[in-house]
């Protein structure tokens, strides 16, 4: 037993053995998310990055360091105008938000939204603009550097500039050296692992449900798949999608229907799930719940087709 209150077994051990360095404990996810609103994938990259090891003594020193960071660079929305003043105080201000960014063609210029930050005119790099366009598809978490430089000739004042930005999980994937580590695995042990990966025990589901739970999964790896799941409130019919790929887009229940992610009848053009199915080289997931108004006990979750490597492997 670690000093973390958890016990390794043989799945860690093999995972930590073949992904060296990749393997964040679901564990330290839920302690981490306790009062901190934001995707499990965040954590995950923050986890990751200090606590990507199986000794006690450093994934301590990590949760420390994960803690105080978000800390410091996580803002709730009722926080904005207190970072606006820290950045305005000391001229700059690191911060995890998400970010997506819009050309505004009467000024010939790229303008980037800081969601929790609450401000829609920052500054952006161009350069930064075109080496990751998922900002421009419907934005991405990111670790962001501000700058506050508030120009005497501007007419209208907008002062905040993205000197740097990193975003959270839009890395490069290497498939063939996935695949390699995938070999280390038996069928069984892949299908625990990847249950872990979407925050599932494995040894509370027989074969069936582990299939039945992994086939939310299908809609991320498979083009022109569509998926509809029937279930009651609350049994994370959307939770795969909202937190463990920052390429899904959740449409909250209520909000649409599920024809109407194929046609939108007011404007007769065709919405999210209908373009996904035109054999473009990407897309994202959608998934959507029906108007709860149907039915008052079932709602339906959607999912369409996405291009999306897989998640980052975990233990419990």
């Known amino acids: 037993m670690t000093d973390t209150g958890i016990q390794l077994d043989q799945l860690d051990a ?49 949760l420390t360091v994960v803690n105080q960071t978000l800390k410091d660079n ?16 000391t001229g700059e201000f690191r911060l995890i938000d998400k970010v997506d960014v819009r050309l505004l ?11 929790n930050f609450n401000d829609r005119f920052v500054h952006i790099p161009e350069n930064l603009v075109y080496k990751y366009d998922r ?16 120009a005497d000739d501007e007419v209208q004042k907008r002062p905040f500039y993205i000197r740097g930005l990193k975003p959270i999980q839009v890395a490069a994937f290497d ?5 390699d580590r995938r070999r280390g695995f038996s069928r069984d042990a892949w299908l625990d692992l990847v ?18 739970a992994l086939c939310r999964l299908i ?28 390429n899904a887009i959740l449409i909250s229940g209520g ?14 053009t065709t919405c999210r799930a209908g373009k996904s199915q035109n054999s473009r080289p990407s897309s994202s997931p959608v998934t959507s719940a029906s108007s709860p108004t149907t039915s008052p006990k079932r709602c339906a979750r959607f999912a369409s087709r996405a291009s999306c490597g897989p998640s980052m492997p975990s233990s419990p």
């Not at 996810?29 to 901190?36: D, E, I, M, P, S």
């Not at 990966?197 to 589901?205: A, C, N």
């Not at 909000?255 to 007769?268: E, H, R, S």
């Open 14 to 62: 093999l995972a930590n053995d073949a992904f060296a360095g990749r393997v964040v404990r679901k564990d330290l996810v839920r302690q981490v998310k306790v009062g901190a609103n934001v995707p499990v994938y965040v954590l995950e990259f923050l986890l990751g990055k200090y606590c990507a090891s199986d000794d006690p003594l450093s994934i301590e020193a990590g």
């Open 74 to 89: 996580f803002i709730r929305p009722d926080e904005s105008e207190l970072a606006k003043a820290r950045a305005k105080q």
């Open 105 to 115: 063609a009467s000024e010939d210029k790229f303008w980037a939204h800081l969601q």
């Open 135 to 150: 900002l421009l598809q419907g934005g991405a978490w990111c670790q962001v550097d501000l700058v506050y430089n508030a």
């Open 175 to 179: 498939l063939e050296e996935f695949i």
């Open 195 to 212: 249950m872990r990966t979407i925050g599932l025990e494995p040894e509370q589901f027989d074969l069936r449900g582990k299939l039945l």
């Open 219 to 246: 809609p991320m790896a498979e083009r022109n798949f569509n998926l509809i799941e029937l279930g009651p409130w609350g049994t994370g019919k959307s939770f795969v999608y909202r937190e463990s790929n920052p």
């Open 255 to 268: 909000k649409v229907t599920v024809a109407q992610l194929f046609i939108n009848t007011g404007f007769t």
